[in-house]
């Protein structure tokens, strides 16, 4: 038996989550991350981990790892530079895309500029017809000039997407080929091997994204690898998917497109966790970290997925957790426009400089800050002692923009805070709102540095159920990765009819996912233990544009039922739209598997009851609603199953505090978690 550690690496601070297998002693952390050197932080931690909690780096078993560096490459426009070997005539795949506005509402909206430019975009004299035949033969010509158009250019990558290339990609082979023996140091990225999905765009820009950050996610993994092997760490680390599973770092070097959003998934899937620990069937995770707010639906304990995740300004169309992100987090900055109005964000001071109460040279007023001249911050450090809060800091920062607005600085301190709600109000609503959900049924999971900071000013404008800050709040992403799963995603596009004619060529295909799956996880992953495999299929009725991706049962497969099938599509149908054709005919046109392995996952005991009631441990004054309130601290550590508590409060610990406002009652449920709830009269 051995330690599990949980690591992910945020905006403003990297935090560790490290339980014992057999005790089921959880111990957390928090150190600064290192934006300038990347991966530094976490041999930090584990140097503070093996001194502070006399826990041997070779006593540790498993190591899983979010990181953020593919999309924060994408958003920086920092990656490889890449080339683009496309169906010639079809050159213009990323800049027509789908020919959509990206802000119905804004005329003069602009797509972005892709990350391959189009004259670094070459078509190659080819073409493969939809069924697979070979229509065109590959013109070895055109390939040799592209390469050399790439060489003059400095490409240090080619991506090679295709048409048609899901159902036949023996041309991009064949491509693919000829580039390493006349272009050696030039990497190639085929487009099938990346997602063989149908549709050119989908796959061509999905493709891109993963092509244009793998050097640097590449570069970064063998780093990691070995930071982690000169610690003493003999465990292969494990890497968080977007899609809410893990896979080992070697793979992640090469498939980098299944980790894009690797930081953001393990938070969901930790809150995920929590809401089948308090078994409430609708909640909503909330996690605010120095930049972001990332908020996502989990119902029955289960995460919503979807395709087509923003990844900075592209999609990318493999399965991932369905999450919107806003641009509200503890490090965002206050400022006033020209026209004399409060906004906030989208700018943040990150870690460094840091909020101005973190005394770290920063002089921009943060959301942070605020909450310190409200009263609800500065009377204990931050994040494992490593910030101590200079609240003169604070009011040196928001002094000016007070006197701009021609307010107190506490009067300019609580509207910071409102407009900041009001931002993640607008866009929680539009969420909502798209998936038919009322708030009013959810319950909000707050995690992240400033997710229980935040939560009841949030909870209260919509009106939701309750506030669940769990017990490890501030590392809860770090946790997801222990509680995650090993699980891929596979996919075949056969563009069928499902018919009884076609159940042997479906079977057929479902076998040759079956397959590849597990190898996947035995051979790619090394796991031995139970999988689980999940069929499902992209469905539409004939003449439909889009797809529905329906779960199946594998005895439906097996057994050839097609009717089972059109039923679970109709039930699908009739879900979204509110209608369905059961007299219509189906189409088949993707054949999905989803594989999981359960490696073991931490589990917690209750909490015990204490007779005597938990004690503030100091007197505080809170500023709220343009008047001051007392209020009162308490120490996370010393609350029991059964403490209730009323705000205005703060709770204290070491790698998060929330913050209970007037109107407000707090109850610690039978895990340890508080469960925050607007006091009705």
């Excluded at 090679?160 to 390493?180: A, G, M, Q, V």
């Excluded at 085929?190 to 061509?204: G, H, Q």
């Excluded at 609240?391 to 000016?400: G, K, L």
């Excluded at 996370?636 to 403490?643: I, N």
Aim: hydrophobic share 40%; charged share 20%.
């Amino acid at each position: 038996m051995g330690y599990r550690v949980g690591v992910d690496i945020g905006g403003t601070f990297t935090d560790f989550c490290v339980f014992h297998e057999e005790t089921g002693l959880l111990k957390t952390l928090k150190v600064l991350s290192r934006p300038d050197e990347p991966g530094a932080e976490v041999t930090t931690g584990l140097n503070i981990i093996s001194n502070n909690y006399d826990i041997s780096p070779s006593s540790i078993s498993y190591f899983t790892h979010g990181t953020t560096v593919g999309v924060n490459t994408v958003i920086q426009r920092k990656g490889v530079k890449l080339c683009l070997f496309t169906t010639e005539n079809f050159e213009d795949v990323l800049e027509v895309a789908r020919l959509k506005m990206p802000d119905p509402y804004d005329l003069y909206s602009g797509r972005p500029e892709p990350l391959v430019t189009r004259e670094k975009v070459f078509g190659i004299r080819e073409r493969i017809l939809s069924n697979g035949d070979v229509d065109i033969p590959v013109d070895e010509k055109s390939v040799r000039d592209a390469i050399s158009k790439v060489k003059r250019l400095g490409g240090e990558a080619i991506v090679i997407s295709l048409l048609h290339s899901y159902r036949n990609p023996d041309h991009e082979k064949w491509i693919s080929e000829i580039i390493r023996l006349e272009a050696p140091d030039i990497s190639v990225i085929l487009a099938s091997d990346i997602w063989p999905v149908i549709r050119e765009y989908e796959r061509t820009v999905t493709a891109t994204v993963s092509g244009y950050v793998q050097p640097k996610v590449e570069f970064y993994l063998s780093s990691l690898q070995s930071a982690l092997k000169a610690a003493g760490v003999e465990a292969e680390p494990m890497i968080t998917k977007s899609n809410g599973g893990v896979m080992t770092a070697e793979r992640g070097k090469t498939d980098c497109a299944q980790m894009l959003l690797s930081g953001t998934a393990s938070g969901v899937m930790g809150a995920a966790s929590i809401a089948k620990q308090i078994e409430s069937s609708m909640c909503m995770s909330l996690d605010i970290g120095g930049t972001s707010a990332d908020v996502a639906i989990i119902v029955d304990g289960n995460p919503q997925f979807g395709a087509g995740e923003m990844i900075g300004e592209f999609p990318v169309y493999i399965p991932s957790v369905s999450v919107t992100s806003i641009g509200e987090g503890g490090g965002s900055v206050a400022w006033v426009d020209d026209q004399g109005v409060l906004k906030v964000g989208p700018e943040s001071a990150g870690s460094t400089p840091g909020p101005a109460c973190y005394g770290r040279g920063g002089t921009k007023p943060t959301i942070t800050d605020a909450l310190v001249l409200l009263g609800f911050l500065g009377n204990a450090a931050l994040g494992y002692s490593a910030v101590d809060i200079q609240i003169e800091r604070s009011r040196e920062a928001i002094t000016p923009l007070a006197d701009s607005l021609s307010m107190t600085t506490e009067a300019a301190a609580e509207s910071i805070i409102r407009i900041a709600i009001s931002g993640m109000y607008l866009e929680i609503s539009k969420l909502v709102s798209r998936q038919g959900i009322d708030p009013r049924d959810l319950s909000l999971i707050a995690f992240g540095g400033a997710g229980p900071m935040l939560a009841c000013w949030l909870a209260e404008e919509l009106s939701m159920k309750n506030v669940v800050v769990p017990l490890v709040p501030g590392v809860l992403s770090a946790f997801g990765g222990l509680v995650a799963d090993i699980k891929n995603d596979f996919i075949k596009t056969i563009y069928l009819d499902l018919s009884s004619g076609n159940i042997g060529d479906i079977q057929q295909g479902f076998g040759e996912l079956a397959r590849e799956a597990m190898h996947w996880i035995r051979e790619g992953q090394g796991f031995e233990g139970a999988v689980t495999m999940k069929p499902s299929a992209d469905l539409r009725y004939r003449g439909q544009s889009y797809e529905i991706d329906t779960n199946l049962e594998a005895q439906w497969i097996e057994g050839g039922d097609i009717n089972k099938i059109a039923d679970a599509f109709h039930v699908a149908h009739e879900k979204i739209y509110e209608h369905s054709d059961k007299k219509a005919e189906i189409q088949v046109i993707n054949l999905r598997m989803v594989i999981m392995g359960e490696p073991k996952k931490p589990e917690f005991k209750p909490f015990d009851k204490k007779i005597s009631a938990v004690q503030p441990t100091q007197e505080i004054t809170v500023f709220e609603n343009g008047n001051t309130n007392p209020g009162k601290i308490y120490k996370r550590s010393e609350m029991r199953a059964g403490d209730k508590i009323l705000g205005p409060a703060v709770i204290i610990q070491d790698d998060c505090t929330t913050c209970v406002p007037s109107g407000f009652d707090v109850l610690v449920d039978g895990y340890g978690n508080l469960i925050i709830e607007r006091v009705t009269e």
